[in-house]
């Protein structure tokens, strides 16, 4: 670099330093303009309302940036950019263009700077998710057919304010889960799911995949596992016209082939979503067991995927029967292989024992690894499978019971660093878990369960559970209660929004009871909690309502400006 754009960039970084500083004010009354979600951590705007025209050519210049990944992101971009605006986008590896990329190691993760002037935008990021994140935050500000993709009209004038934001998110997690057990969504359905993440900078999608009501992934070692687990006699079906009715005919075959897999995998990772697969083990498991009713604690029954859709079965995984363990290790196995991320989830919830208390190869397991309560098995089961997660380098989650359940067993956990998501009484089970060491996801069942009515009204829809929870309720929950110590509240590592879907047979549905509220759990894992206003985050959803009519997307209008 020149000694002069060196000194240009000090000017730079000076006047940006000053606006931060100085520009409190200014920050949040064009805040209150800014239609951003996640609420950027500060931003300054140009006093004079000058803009910046993305011009008929424009160039983006990448001089010194060696990380593939960001050459990826940013090829996308402008082929993005270009196509939604007529424009015609080239990238260069020059010190100059209308769009400047600089990497800059001192900046947080997933942080960036984006300074906005009339002649150009310069990005700055440590690694490809912050240029990524700076890049979504630009086109946001921009008609938003162009953060969707879609072409505009040809007389739109592409224009941005003058701007400089400085951002980086509070949690490094921030998390959507979906059901698709209960009832299946199709590849082009959860990648809508991706695309509407991605604009609101979540950035783990966990995606719950086997159930009662079916097994919803190939495992090539287990065919029957789809063949027979994906498919149940009939199905409870709800969408937004109709309470329920029976669907009246075989519901599937409905899975993901390991091909599916892979690009929908491949998709998410353009957007910078890691995807954290859930196989619910030991317990949720009657389509597995209709499969292989030998891995059951009763191998002489049969059994069959369910069809009703509440209800918990005691029908389990026989843990003491080596070969249901191997089952289990294998499906793991195949799961570490086909996921490239840093977790899979184990599940854990909901764990009726009463079948391993009658049954001998259990007692016999129990008392081999001296445990002193057969919940303890589900314990020891958690940690054989983090094992194996290990070997690929990956960690595993559970659900809370895994450290709430009476008798379970603390130590395997600890000694697999397992990361545990908090749902039921999920405030104090996040406590347990930190005091023990443990890192926790928090998702409590009422706000965060997106799958709930939105509104107390007779005329919602029915969804899951007899309760609601407003936008309201879901964006002024608190994650992490202030009494807990900066020693622990580091072990808090996100937050996470997640849908159940068994009231919930259609995407259409599921979108409508998803938006808003799915945004205020984005702002929740990205801003600060000082700067989290209701009012504000009302606005930009209505902001926002052209993108979602654009995207096609179905949303609560509850809050809608009337
Ligand atoms: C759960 O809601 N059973 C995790």
């Known amino acids: 670099m020149t000694q002069k754009i060196k000194h240009i960039l000090s000017l730079r970084m000076l006047c940006l330093s000053l606006l931060i500083i100085f520009g409190d004010k200014a920050a949040t009354s064009f805040a209150q303009e800014l239609n951003i979600t996640p ?10 309302g000058r803009q910046f025209e993305l011009p008929r050519k424009f160039t983006v210049a990448m001089y010194g940036v060696s990380d593939p ?6 090829d996308r971009f402008v082929r993005k950019l270009s196509f939604a605006t007529g424009k015609k986008g080239t990238i260069e590896r020059k010190e100059q263009g209308h769009f400047r990329m600089v990497q800059d190691k001192t ?7 984006l300074i906005v002037s009339e002649k150009d935008v310069e990005v700055r990021f440590s690694s490809s998710a912050g240029c990524y994140y700076a890049l979504q935050s630009f086109m946001k500000m921009l008609p938003p057919n162009v953060i969707l993709g879609k072409e505009g009209e040809k007389k739109t004038d592409y224009l941005v304010p003058c701007i400089t934001i400085q951002d980086q998110p509070r949690f490094g997690y921030r ?14 359905e959860i990648k809508r799911v991706l695309d509407i993440m991605s604009i609101y900078k979540m950035n783990r999608f966990h995606w719950h995949l086997t159930d009662d009501q079916g097994w919803r992934i190939e495992i090539k070692k287990y065919p029957k596992l789809t063949e027979v687990g994906s498919v149940s006699k009939d199905m409870l079906m709800n969408d937004e016209k109709q309470t329920k009715y029976w669907h009246g005919k075989p519901y599937g075959p409905y899975f993901y082939t390991q091909e599916d897999i892979r690009q929908i995998v491949q998709y998410a990772a353009e957007r910078h979503i890691e995807i954290i697969p859930e196989v619910d083990m030991p317990g949720h498991m009657m389509a597995a067991m209709a499969a292989y ?23 389990i995984l026989n843990v003491g029967n080596p070969n249901a363990v191997q089952f289990a290790r294998d499906v793991v196995e195949e799961l570490c292989q086909m996921f490239p991320g840093p977790e899979i989830h184990i599940g854990g919830d909901e764990c009726p024992i009463m079948q391993w208390e009658k049954n001998p190869e259990c007692d016999q397991l129990r008392k081999k690894l001296g445990l002193s309560s057969h919940r303890a098995l589900q314990s020891w089961f958690i940690g054989e499978m983090a094992q194996v997660a290990a070997l690929h380098g990956k960690g595993l989650f559970a659900w809370n019971e895994s450290v709430t359940a009476q008798g379970a067993d603390m130590t395997p956990l600890k000694e697999n660093n397992v990361k545990v998501m908090c ?25 965060y369960y997106i799958n709930r009515k939105q509104w107390n009204s007779p005329d919602e829809p029915y969804a899951a559970g007899p309760g609601n929870d407003s936008l309201s309720v879901t964006y002024n929950y608190i994650p992490v209660p202030h009494d807990i110590s900066p020693d622990l509240s580091h072990r808090y590592i996100g937050v996470q929004a997640t849908f159940w879907t068994e009231f919930v047979s259609s995407s259409h549905y599921m979108e409508y009871l998803m938006l808003p509220r799915l945004m205020a759990v984005a702002e929740a894992g990205w801003t600060q909690e000082a700067q989290k206003n209701f009012p504000d985050f009302v606005r ?3 902001a926002d309502i052209p993108l979602l009519d654009l995207g096609g997307y179905n949303y609560g209008k509850h809050y809608q400006y009337k």
């Open 175 to 188: 998390g959507f889960m979906l059901d698709v057990s209960r009832h299946f969504f199709t590849p082009d």
């Open 423 to 447: 749902w039921v009484g999920a405030q104090p089970a996040a406590r347990k878990a930190t005091s023990q060491g443990l890192d926790v996801v928090i998702t409590p069942i009422g706000p």
């Open 69 to 74: 990944k960001v050459w990826a992101d940013v």
């Open 107 to 113: 900046l947080p993760a997933e942080g960036y700077v």
């Open 293 to 315: 009713p030998e891995f059951s604690c009763h191998p002489e029954r049969t059994y069959e995927v369910w069809t009703q859709n509440l209800g918990l079965s005691v029908d």
């Open 540 to 542: 930009r959803f209505n």
């Open 39 to 48: 609420l950027p951590m500060s931003v300054a705007m140009d006093s004079e």
